[in-house]
């Protein structure tokens, strides 16, 4: 009970100091785009076909991956049980615990394996904020600058059910006198938890600047531009039973500061009272009333906006493994929760001191002072740090934003970002990690209070990624990609379509410009067979017919060691021509077939073509598709010598901060999608300097169709770096990542 009133004493104590598109080649398909028959083109892979062989193994589901999923699953229909969750935000007293209050929620959320888990979430809330109309623009809304701080907290316990009905486990949301809280902490109640629960306790101390100012648009619309600019800390604990014998203990402290400006457009809310649904002012009728508002608004107001942000921060986590059967360990444990106020107050003391930190300092510092952090906290729950590091980053984002009532809605993003992982766990050795990532949710025939009937969910980044050594020492880097990807809703075709994506980046590898290889991926029509002939009868061109899925998810993981990246940077000129022209052969193969071996390159990546020549061989009656097709080859001419220099840019550089910088930067500015580029770059390298695994998991509902739930490893080279990087990229993000509601 005293961890609130001391989390709060000490963070106000310090707080001085904390805030001073190309088409798809199947992988089932019969030809190839280069004049290579599927068969020779087989024997020609026959050499290393043991390390393409796609080998189905035991699905491990990351955080990063369920985080994904339950993005995916948000709102997502399956009756009106699947949305239903409470709310209250009037200072209820439900459960008699001092020092909680603020609001309840409860909701019923599925894992990966359909298994649901109930969550209870209570917030805690000290603050102060003010407001302050400057003026008011004749014709238009005030502008107002408000300046906000306080300290909030929430107590999570995540509990996982036996049913995966949600209807059947509706008794179990409604129980409200089963609110089950972190606090009060007792060796007992530890004890007691269930293997796979989880209690969460953040708190977050902020402070906060913003102005705003709004125009309205006519009588139902509301333009707003606002900027602002806030700094957090964020210490928290959680604890994961594992086993009987093993719950995790983890313990983080976080310091961000978020600039942010956004201009937006949106239709004017419900009220609630408007909506009608219920008559009379008790508790029940009231609760009920706003969360229809919330839902309609949600769904039936109109919305369109843009915002950037740049943030920068460190975190600092420190992992150990307790047995609540030992009861020295469970008693020093609970005396520590309990707050044990010399030590929580070291413990952010600790945390602040990396607010100097930058990306330049000395790595021994950094390490003395994780090493400092650990032991105190390790003298403290009597158990050695089984993990214990720091991230320090930063980085910006742009975001666009568009809901048409019912219909549909859409959000894009893109990021660029640099994280400085260190751990006591690899000596003491830096990883840098430079990463660009794009994001897209869209939803189709969004209902209110029935959820979304059509989601299509994407995440891809590409990073570079250097190893330092605690000596100051720099390894070469190595090249990751990965993309995460998921549908509800939708049609066959459209699952198709996201695995054959992944198989046509493979197909290419170590082709050199020489047509692709259909030995590398997964049988795409044996995941998701097309329906025999007789039920497809008239049913169109595409494959898709009547059948839905409920869910797909597909994590696609790519990596390219230190030889392949070299490989790629230092790649002849005309090798990337031909490479790059290769690609090109899947939307353009009757233009680039004729011209192809007209285009020239120098040292410099300028591309240049034979244009008499091209004209003698491109007759537009024969070409009718293209209205110009010498404009065509134009174009294609400056996109291969845009992609050349981004290229040939990497290898100018001498310093091996900027180097990465521009590897990071070339797979994703321009017009080519992050795969696009992976296809040309993948074909510059040797196979067994690449690792790659696909991982897939269906929940079809589809009569006589089995369900896939497996991680396939295409290339399997771990021992070449690129694959022991992936694995440590992986868990360095799951460990640092921001825990969702499923996860710790």
């Known amino acids: 009970?005293?961890?609130?009133?001391?989390?709060?004493?000490?963070?106000?104590?310090?707080?001085?100091?904390?805030?001073?598109?190309s088409a798809a080649v199947s992988f089932d398909g019969v030809s190839s785009n280069a004049g290579f028959s599927v068969q020779?083109?087989?024997?020609?892979?026959?050499?290393?076909?043991?390390?393409?062989?796609?080998?189905?193994?035991?699905?491990?589901?990351?955080?990063?991956?369920?985080?994904?999923?339950?993005?995916?699953?948000?709102?997502?229909?399956?009756?009106?049980?699947?949305?239903?969750?409470?709310?209250?935000?009037?200072?209820?007293?439900?459960?008699?615990?001092?020092?909680?209050?603020?609001?309840?929620?409860?909701?019923?959320?599925?894992?990966?394996?359909?298994?649901l888990v109930l969550i209870d979430e209570i917030n805690v809330k000290l603050g102060l904020s003010y407001n302050h109309e400057v003026f008011r623009l004749p014709g238009s809304g005030p502008l107002s600058i408000g300046v906000s701080g306080g300290i909030e907290g929430r107590s999570v316990v995540v509990r996982p059910?036996?049913?995966?009905?949600?209807?059947?486990?509706?008794?179990?949301?409604?129980?409200?006198?089963?609110?089950?809280?972190?606090?009060?902490?007792?060796?007992?109640?530890?004890?007691?938890?269930?293997?796979?629960?989880?209690?969460?306790?953040?708190?977050?101390?902020?402070?906060?600047?913003?102005?705003?100012?709004?125009?309205?648009?006519?009588?139902?619309?509301?333009?707003?531009?606002?900027?602002?600019?806030?700094?957090?800390?964020?210490?928290?604990?959680?604890?994961?039973?594992?086993?009987?014998?093993?719950?995790?203990?983890?313990?983080?402290?976080?310091?961000?500061?978020?600039?942010?400006?956004?201009?937006?457009?949106?239709?004017?809310?419900?009220?609630?009272?408007?909506?009608?649904?219920?008559?009379?002012?008790?508790?029940?009728?009231?609760?009920?009333?706003?969360?229809?508002?919330?839902?309609?608004?949600?769904?039936?107001?109109?919305?369109?906006?843009y915002d950037y942000v740049r943030t920068s921060g460190q975190k600092l986590l420190l992992e150990f493994h307790i047995d609540p059967n030992d009861a020295a360990q469970s008693a020093k444990l609970v005396e520590f929760l309990e707050g044990d106020f010399d030590s929580i107050s070291k413990f952010i003391a600790l945390g602040l001191k990396f607010d100097t930190f930058n990306e330049d300092a000395d790595g021994r510092d950094g390490l003395g002072d994780i090493e400092a952090l650990a032991g105190s906290a390790a003298a403290v729950v009597a158990a050695p740090a089984a993990f214990a590091g720091s991230d320090h980053y930063n980085g910006s984002s742009g975001n666009f934003s568009?809901?048409?009532?019912?219909?549909?809605?859409?959000?894009?993003?893109?990021?660029?970002?640099?994280?400085?992982?260190?751990?006591?766990?690899?000596?003491?050795?830096?990883?840098?990690?430079?990463?660009?990532?794009?994001?897209?949710?869209?939803?189709?025939?969004?209902?209110?209070?029935?959820?979304?009937?059509?989601?299509?969910?994407?995440?891809?980044?590409?990073?570079?990624?250097?190893?330092e050594q605690i000596d100051g020492r720099v390894a070469k880097p190595v090249l990751l990609y990965q993309q995460y990807e998921g549908l509800i809703g939708k049609g066959a075709n459209s699952a198709r379509a996201m695995l054959r994506n992944a198989n046509n980046v493979l197909q290419y590898a170590g082709m050199r410009g020489n047509g692709v290889t259909y030995a590398n991926g997964l049988p795409v029509a044996a995941i998701f067979p097309l329906l025999p002939p007789a039920d497809a009868a008239g049913a169109g061109d595409d494959g898709d017919y009547d059948r839905t899925y409920k869910a797909v998810i597909m994590s696609f993981k790519l990596g390219l060691s230190e030889t392949a990246v070299q490989d790629i940077v230092f790649a002849a000129p005309e090798l990337i021509l031909k490479s790059y022209l290769n690609v090109m052969l899947e939307t353009k193969s009757t233009l680039v077939n004729k011209v192809k071996d007209l285009f020239t390159v120098d040292e410099k990546g300028e591309v240049s073509y034979d244009r008499e020549a091209a004209e003698k061989r491109l007759d537009p009656g024969i070409l009718a598709a293209c209205t110009n097709p010498l404009r065509v080859v134009e174009t294609l001419a400056d996109a291969a010598a845009e992609f050349i220099k981004k290229i040939l840019a990497v290898r100018e550089e001498t310093a091996w901060k900027t180097r990465s910088e521009r590897l990071a930067a070339a797979g994703t500015s321009g017009?080519?999608?992050?795969?696009?580029?992976?296809?040309?770059?993948?074909?510059?390298?040797?196979?067994?300097?690449?690792?790659?695994?696909?991982?897939?998991?269906?929940?079809?509902?589809?009569?006589?169709?089995t369900d896939v739930t497996q991680n396939y490893t295409i290339f399997n080279n771990r021992e070449n770096g690129a694959g022991s990087t992936l694995d440590e990229v992986a868990a360095l993000r799951d460990r640092f990542a921001e825990p969702t509601d499923l996860t710790d």
């Open 1 to 21: 009970m005293k961890i609130i009133i001391n989390l709060i004493m000490a963070l106000a104590s310090f707080s001085t100091v904390a805030f001073a598109g």
């Open 161 to 305: 059910l036996e049913s995966t009905s949600y209807c059947e486990n509706l008794p179990s949301l409604v129980k409200l006198y089963d609110v089950k809280t972190v606090l009060p902490i007792t060796a007992k109640r530890i004890l007691d938890m269930e293997i796979g629960e989880i209690w969460k306790l953040p708190v977050v101390a902020r402070y906060s600047i913003s102005g705003s100012v709004g125009l309205p648009v006519g009588q139902f619309i509301t333009i707003s531009i606002g900027g602002g600019f806030a700094e957090e800390s964020k210490p928290s604990f959680s604890l994961y039973k594992i086993a009987g014998n093993d719950i995790r203990l983890r313990l983080r402290i976080e310091q961000v500061t978020v600039r942010s400006a956004g201009i937006s457009a949106q239709t004017i809310a419900i009220p609630a009272g408007a909506i009608g649904l219920l008559s009379g002012e008790d508790f029940l009728t009231t609760l009920v009333d706003r969360t229809a508002a919330a839902q309609i608004n949600r769904f039936l107001a109109f919305k369109l906006g």
């Open 402 to 467: 568009v809901n048409v009532p019912i219909i549909y809605s859409r959000r894009d993003s893109w990021s660029t970002t640099y994280h400085r992982y260190q751990t006591l766990t690899n000596g003491g050795s830096a990883v840098h990690v430079r990463q660009n990532a794009r994001a897209s949710n869209s939803d189709m025939f969004n209902i209110p209070f029935f959820g979304t009937q059509q989601r299509h969910n994407s995440d891809k980044n590409i990073s570079v990624v250097n190893k």
């Open 40 to 115: 020779e083109l087989k024997e020609r892979s026959k050499a290393d076909a043991g390390i393409r062989t796609p080998v189905p193994s035991s699905a491990p589901v990351s955080n990063e991956l369920t985080s994904f999923w339950a993005n995916l699953e948000t709102d997502g229909m399956d009756k009106l049980c699947r949305v239903a969750q409470i709310n209250i935000n009037q200072n209820a007293r439900l459960v008699k615990v001092a020092g909680l209050g603020g609001g309840i929620r409860r909701l019923l959320k599925p894992l990966m394996n359909k298994r």
């Open 671 to 705: 017009e080519m999608e992050y795969e696009d580029f992976l296809k040309v770059v993948i074909q510059l390298v040797n196979p067994k300097d690449i690792t790659s695994e696909i991982y897939l998991h269906t929940d079809k509902r589809v009569e006589g169709e």
